[in-house]
């Protein structure tokens, strides 16, 4: 009873309890705006209280995932550089590649719905604004052609091209030309500033998700993950199974236990469930990889890099909405198409921009390259936010998990600190 209220003490027990009350609150008001009038305006103040959460993690986002970068790239001999980037990216490549072909066969196993009335119907108002891009436009995004804007929007993998150059640079400069040095300390000393204010912002968390949530269930209704119950159980029990084969390949691949694994992750999953976004969940799986063995310099290159570059979880969800398109449309699919549609969901996945709706941009470019038609597919992000609940988790273990594997390919990983208590690491965490 004492380690219940002491995890509901904590920011995770917070966020849960803001997360039921979200819930609760957006089903009375459902149930109940019809008669009361001031119940009618209630939800645009609780998606101000959302949007006052996400604007000031969104506002530290890119400056998180330049600092990390820079502060990685910079530490690193220019060989190690090249060869823990090469091999990183690969990585990405094969994890997302599995689960995108993963995703594949089992959506080819399973009954879809042929009538897309009822579901259009049920998000009949919703949002089906989203942006088209094409293979061409997902490697030109990489290069930023104003810094400044990357920063702004952010546009996630120019920050990330912007950082790698930028870091890397001033590696090459930093024992030769006077001031690079300090440059550097100043970037460092500013990181540190930012990760500050996340700690800060982050103790409003649980008021952000009780907003988000009311504001959801209140607007949209239960309703509407009842008419797309099929396709949301689809891509929740795949995201399971994918993230469970993870964990048990992972452990059973480095010898590493279980529960162990599990507990450690426990935190960001639960942050990932919440916030549905992998970028701000990138500040807790840094401090989580750490617990888990691997070492800072390693953890704090590849977590920022998986933002956008790793999310297993996106190709799964693209792919399951795009084979219920073309069901919905009555157009058969043959074996390659089902091998093309992994290939492209794999392509998308490296242009997510890893925050909330950012897997919109993705399944735009799916369908795009899959001929699938978007008016149909787009039907089913009515449930973008629950769609999010098993698809971040996904993405973040998915980089969490890479970096123990480059931990343990180098010789970096820790495993001491592995199996050392977590609430041990925490106190010891707490004390510097």
């Not at 507990?263 to 549905?276: D, E, G, H, L, Q």
Request: hydrophobic residues 55%; aromatic residues 10%; charged residues 10%.
């Amino acid at each position: 009873m004492q380690n219940l209220v002491k995890f509901f003490k904590g920011l995770s027990g917070r966020i849960i309890i803001g997360m039921l009350l979200g819930v609760a609150v957006g089903l009375f008001i459902q149930a109940y705006k019809a008669d009361y009038t001031v119940l009618e305006t209630l939800p645009t103040y609780l998606d101000m209280l959302g949007k006052m959460f996400l604007n000031l993690m969104n506002m530290c986002i890119p400056f998180l995932i330049f600092g990390s970068i820079v502060m990685s790239v910079s530490s690193l001999d220019l060989k190690e550089f090249g060869t823990v980037g090469g091999r990183t990216l690969l990585l990405f490549l094969i994890t997302t590649a599995c689960a995108a072909f993963f995703a594949v066969i089992i959506s080819s196993m399973l009954p879809f719905a042929q009538d897309p009335l009822a579901a259009a119907q049920a998000i009949a108002n919703g949002d089906h604004s989203i942006a088209h891009k094409g293979a061409k436009d997902i490697i030109l995004n990489f290069f930023p052609s104003n810094v400044f804007v990357a920063f702004s929007q952010p546009i996630v993998l120019q920050v990330i091209v912007f950082g790698c150059l930028f870091g890397l640079c001033i590696n090459m400069l930093k024992d030769t030309v006077p001031g690079v040095s300090t440059l550097l300390e100043v970037t460092l000393a500013f990181r540190a500033v930012i990760m500050k204010i996340i700690t800060m912002v982050m103790y409003i968390a649980p008021i952000g998700i009780f907003g988000i949530l009311s504001y959801t269930i209140a607007t949209k209704g239960l309703e509407t993950l009842i008419s797309l119950g099929q396709v949301l159980i689809y891509i929740t029990l795949i995201n399971i199974a994918f993230l469970v084969l993870y964990f048990i390949y992972i452990s059973v691949r480095y010898g590493l236990s279980l529960g162990m694994l599990i507990k450690k992750s426990a935190n960001v999953i639960i942050f990932a469930v919440t916030t549905t976004s992998t970028a701000m969940c990138l500040p807790v799986a840094m401090q989580d990889a750490k617990y888990l063995g691997v070492k800072e310099k390693l953890s704090h290159f590849i977590l920022p890099l998986g933002n956008s570059l790793n999310t297993n979880g996106g190709p799964i969800t693209n792919v399951v909405i795009v084979v219920a398109a073309m069901s919905l449309s009555g157009t058969p699919m043959d074996m390659m198409f089902y091998f093309l549609l992994a290939i492209y969901a794999t392509i998308a996945a490296f242009g997510n921009p890893g925050v909330i709706g950012g897997a919109l941009v993705s399944l735009a470019v799916v369908c795009d390259l899959s001929g699938v038609p978007l008016d149909v597919a787009v039907i089913f992000f009515g449930v973008d936010y629950f769609l999010g609940i098993t698809r971040v988790p996904c993405n973040i273990m998915g980089s969490i998990f890479c970096s123990i594997m480059m931990a343990k390919k180098r010789g970096e990983f820790d495993k001491e600190v592995f199996n050392t208590p977590l609430d041990v690491l925490m106190a010891q965490t707490e004390r510097k």
